[in-house]
């Protein structure tokens, strides 16, 4: 695809980014066969080739209104279209600059930046957002039903293992999930351990910056990318083998650390090797070849895995979840459709409730067809977002398995 871009933008190196990105697209399509905002809506315009060319339009100072700005914020960012498409189009990458370049033009109203401001200010804060669960678990029986589905219950995380083996490795606890689902890091903590590996939660770090990068908040991200590189950097160098993430959504930004980092002489070299370092449980877990597992006891045999996109899409790791339950001993249920995002998609079921709720309910249409007893799956938003809706259990993997040996929880 050709484009001419504008005077004003010859010289910003995100547009150039965004031209050679557009030359490897031939136009063809298949991306909209796999894109599940097209699917619901049927609008060329919510589709990537249709997004594409809005993108093309803004690189070329072409017309562009609120209109372009309402399709662009549909996008799940799931990337399906890139496991689709012939060309090796980078759409992530390509939908990041029209989205900064589209902030730029200033044509976000006011209610809408105020309400990303909001959802930023939430979820971004473990503090905050703790509080706020604790009070709706509080209110739960006062709450509308579709609300009360909303807050996950309290959940004790149980003990986490001290250090005592040679090999180590950094369990970052980010944000949302260390304030709903505490559990999840310290089941993963504990199956390493007894896998032979010491999981140590490094203080100081937080959020890795993919919600703030995905809302058009760039400075803030950015910020909290490199006050993370900043925490991590001393483990790295004193051993530490790998930084490994129990939330899918977040490995697939840390892994994009090197690339969203590479033209800045401070922090490139560091950035790399962090994104060269990360690794999703699964795909750490899966590497361990002497890792034998088996189902905890508490957990039903017959089971629907939900790949999360930022896993699947994002990380190019389909399948890793299912093998690893496989392993230990699982049935797993047939998945019609599993390539389409459920509708969480970070702040997208915040920000597009109607939307998020279809995609959900035909998720969970294909997740429920071969009858599981429960579902499974490697994301935080993913599972919070099905278990407001599922009438199965919706868990994280980690709490499904344990070392084979290892007594049962």
């Known amino acids: 695809m050709q484009t001419q871009l504008s005077p004003t933008l010859q010289n910003d190196p995100r547009a150039r980014a965004g031209e050679r990105i557009l030359r490897s697209c031939v136009h063809?399509?298949?991306?909209?066969?796999?894109?599940?905002?097209?699917?619901?809506?049927?609008?060329?315009?919510?589709?990537?080739?249709?997004?594409?060319?809005?993108?093309?339009?803004?690189?070329?100072?072409?017309?562009?209104?609120?209109?372009?700005?309402?399709?662009?914020?549909?996008?799940?960012?799931?990337r399906a279209c890139e496991s689709t498409c012939p060309s090796g189009v980078r759409y992530?990458?390509?939908?990041?600059?029209?989205?900064?370049?589209?902030?730029?033009?200033?044509?976000?109203?006011r209610a809408g930046r105020a309400a990303r401001r909001a959802v930023?200010?939430?979820?971004?804060?473990?503090?905050?957002?703790?509080?706020?669960?604790?009070?709706?678990r509080t209110l739960r029986p006062l709450l509308p039903r579709g609300v009360r589905?909303?807050?996950?219950?309290?959940?004790?995380?149980?003990?986490?293992?001290?250090?005592?083996?040679?090999?180590?490795?950094?369990?970052?606890?980010g944000c949302v999930q260390g304030a709903a689902a505490p559990a999840i890091d310290?089941?993963?903590?504990?199956?390493?351990?007894g896998l032979g590996v010491s999981a140590i939660a490094p203080g100081g770090g937080g959020c890795c910056g993919a919600l703030s990068h995905h809302l058009g908040a760039e400075r803030e991200a950015r910020e909290r990318m490199r006050r993370n590189i900043d925490v991590w950097w001393p483990y790295l160098e004193a051993g530490a083998e790998a930084i490994v993430s129990t939330a899918s959504g977040c490995g697939v930004h840390i892994k994009d650390y090197g690339r969203l980092f590479a033209d800045d002489p401070a922090y490139a070299a560091r950035a790399a090797r962090i994104s060269a370092a990360t690794r999703d449980l699964a795909e750490f877990v899966g590497g361990c070849a002497d890792a034998a597992l088996t189902a905890a006891e508490s957990v039903p045999r017959r089971i629907a895995v939900h790949?999360?996109?930022?896993?699947?899409?994002?990380?190019?790791?389909?399948?890793?979840?299912?093998?690893?339950?496989?392993?230990?001993?699982?049935?797993?249920?047939?998945?019609?459709?599993?390539h389409l995002c459920c509708g969480s998609a970070g702040a997208y079921s915040l920000l597009h409730p109607r939307l998020a709720a279809e995609l959900r309910r035909r998720k969970l249409a294909g997740l429920l067809g071969g009858a599981p007893e429960a579902i499974a799956t490697?994301?935080?938003?993913?599972?919070?977002?099905?278990?407001?809706?599922?009438?199965?259990?919706?868990?994280?993997w980690v709490h499904c398995v344990r070392p084979a040996g290892a007594p049962g929880r």
């Open 120 to 136: 930023r200010a939430v979820l971004l804060s473990p503090v905050l957002l703790g509080a706020l669960l604790k009070t709706g």
């Open 307 to 338: 790949s999360p996109c930022t896993l699947q899409h994002g990380q190019r790791l389909p399948g890793i979840v299912e093998g690893l339950l496989e392993r230990a001993g699982f049935t797993l249920a047939p998945v019609s459709d599993e």
């Open 378 to 396: 490697a994301n935080i938003g993913c599972l919070l977002h099905l278990g407001a809706a599922a009438p199965v259990p919706v868990r994280h």
């Open 186 to 193: 310290a089941a993963a903590a504990r199956l390493l351990d």
């Open 28 to 78: 063809c399509g298949f991306c909209n066969a796999t894109c599940p905002t097209y699917q619901l809506a049927g609008d060329e315009l919510d589709g990537p080739r249709g997004r594409i060319y809005q993108i093309k339009q803004l690189l070329e100072d072409g017309p562009v209104s609120r209109r372009t700005l309402r399709h662009l914020d549909r996008c799940l960012t799931c």
């Open 92 to 109: 992530g990458e390509l939908l990041e600059v029209g989205r900064e370049l589209i902030e730029a033009r200033g044509l976000r109203p």
């Open 149 to 173: 589905g909303r807050i996950p219950h309290a959940e004790d995380p149980g003990p986490w293992p001290a250090p005592r083996h040679a090999r180590r490795v950094l369990l970052p606890r």
